[in-house]
């Protein structure tokens, strides 16, 4: 088998990423779709981790930086679901769009 | 030291993360959706292992799956409805969702081949006993500001979080 | 000899096997502890029942073998034997993996786990911070195990519980930063975060980190022993789980062979917790007083007390083997307890060898500290009563937290007070000359 070279983490990170857009842009249930979100991220961070073997340590830096953000964004993000969900009852995006109920 | 079997363990882990990271975006019920996205982040933290990034992946066990996966575990119990899990589960958009994603992905399988010469730089092989230590000077000499910003970043997340989820503000 | 087992035995190899790269050695390494940690989890259980039971003015088992001996393994053969019972509408897959994911996370920590210099399973440039991050896996096996229950009692119970264990996981790791930045008060400025390290700090600091800058190391490991206790759901702190309660918790509609595996995941949390306070703290493999009472005379001296706890050991086992009634029924109990006693003296006599004896310091040095640790837990169990839920969170984080920042503060001020003092001296100078 060839030797693992950086090519090979950048095609499993692109492969999640685009498994992570999938997920944002056709299910219906909004822990999913910022589950989805996450799993982006994460492709984001291994893209980040294995370019940082070649050019040095500033890709871990950035992606320490991308997880913090990322638990920031899901907190808040789930704060909003919560507000939701105790107004109108649904967890659904389609059911999710009214500017003022 | 040599790493001991890194081919073996390369296609391991990313195949089991690429496998939960369909189940994430295919099981109906989301709790089983958040235990695929554990076991994603948990063959991440070893892919990172393997890219000599130890401090990288011992924060992403600590924040992602310790803390951020159990709060949407916490989530996912509050707003679980029964009636939900029976509907479709794929919105009204899916056919153009699923056209621009595989657009999306001929466009990274199209930059990869063309581009692929790109990354043959030699690879830095870091002393895995001082990657700790590195990351942490770097962190408080090159990135103080984006430190600090990051902390006053997450006590705005902390406040938005409680307010947006208090009954009475 | 294949050489893959031979080439790590060499007389010049002074690192773990993790790190020398020998798969097979750190294969016998894990499977030793893994022994080890399940035999200590047996012996726990009896130990806690008989412990408890004196502290109560009772006795505790006293009939399934000699002194209740054997209760452990009767407890584990009838657990084995019982039904399987999954509640109606549970989520089964859940339900199956929900223990598995904790023994997994519990069992994992003891990879880092230091023994002694070189034995342990590896040595992680990210020691302490790989052990607390998986030991917080364990937190998702808890709200699984409730969810999957499908009946409310374990609900409220693993949310309860995990909410406990989240709060104070933050206490810990405010004490865990405070331990390691002492660890950079060396020639190089740098500290570490591997347990090793961390050992290697104190030894080389002549001081255990418990002792270092009095009181601020001895409030640092208070606060860590305070959260360990509520980390693992044990009493004072275990509202989530007390049978007065919430009829169990998130475990109550496990039965059988799983609820042993909660059991199991407890106490080995239980003990991985205590040898992260004993390596940050009481000096990891090190024997007590190593710069006060330094010297070969009192190294000799204290290189006897593996062998002396054994004959101990085996002194109050033939005290009792003669206490035993002279019933031909007590027979076979009075000759177990015997035999049982003669096992503990042949160990204390193996232990005496000069060849042995070098080698067995550390191990028995951190055993005997783990071993002080289960007895303060089962201590607190039969002392405090518990903390209602409300108490508990307000002591998580309106007490402890405060207290462990301003440790960290502190301990960060003292120890670089004279490069702080230089610096406000120069900006005083230049204050005033300008």
Known sequence: MAPITTIHYLVVAAALFVLG?????????????????????????????????????????????????????????LGILIAFFRNKETVNVDEIDLLKW | MEPVATTFFFYLLSGLAILSGVLVITRKNPVHSALALILTLLCLAGLYLMLYAPFVAGVQIILYVGGIMVLFLFVIMLVNLER????????QQWVPGILAAVALGALFVTIYIKGGALFVRPEIRFPEAENTQQVGQMLYSNYMFPFEIASLLLLVAIIGAVVMAKKKI | MPDFITN????????????????????????????????????MNWLERKILAHMQIRLGPMRVGPHGLLQPIADAIKLILK????????????????????????????????????????????????????????????????????????????????????????????????????????????????????????????????????????????????AMVAETNRAPFDLPEAESELTAGFHTEYSGLRWSLFMLGEYAAMIAVSSIAITLWLGGWMRPFPNLLSGPTWDLAFSFFPALTFFGLAGMTFYSTMRMPRHSFFRVQTIGLGAFGAVFALIGLILLLPGVNGRIQDIYWFIFKIAVFMYLYIWYRGTFPRYRFDQLMKVGWKILLPMGIGVLMLTGIVALRTELWDFMHEALRRLVHV
């Open chain 2, 84 to 91: 939900s899990q029976k509907e479709k589960q794929f919105n």
């Open chain 3, 83 to 226: 039904e399987d019972i999954i509640p109606e509408g549970a989520d089964r897959f859940v339900f199956w993996i929900a223990p598995m994911i904790i023994l997994l996370a519990v069992f994992s920590v003891y990879t880092v786990v230091p023994f002694g210099p070189t034995h342990a399973i590896t040595d992680m440039n990210i020691g302490i911070l790989f052990m607390l991050g998986v030991s917080s896996l364990g937190v998702l096996g808890i709200v699984m195990a409730g969810w999957a229950s499908n009946s409310h009692y374990p609900l409220i119970g693993a949310l309860r519980s995990s909410a406990q264990m989240v709060s104070y996981e933050v206490a810990m790791g405010l004490a865990v930063i405070s331990a390691v930045l002492m660890t950079s008060l060396n020639a190089e400025g740098t500290g570490t975060l591997s347990m090793i390290g961390i050992v290697h700090a104190q030894y080389a600091q002549h001081v255990w980190f418990i002792f270092k800058f009095f009181p601020l190391g001895l409030i640092a490991f208070f606060i860590f022993a305070v």
């Open chain 1, 21 to 77: 857009v999938i997920g944002v842009l056709t299910r219906r249930n909004v822990v999913i779709v910022l589950m989805s979100v996450e799993l982006i991220l994460n492709a984001v961070n291994l893209n980040l981790v294995a370019f940082s073997r070649i050019w040095g340590l500033h890709g871990q830096v950035f992606a320490i930086f991308v997880i913090t953000d990322a638990a920031a964004e899901a907190a808040v993000g």
């Open chain 3, 8 to 43: 790590y035995l060499d007389k010049n190899v002074h690192v773990t096997p993790g790190e020398y790269g020998s798969p097979f050695w750190a294969l016998v390494y894990i499977l030793v502890v893994f022994g080890g940690v399940s035999m200590a989890v047996v012996c």
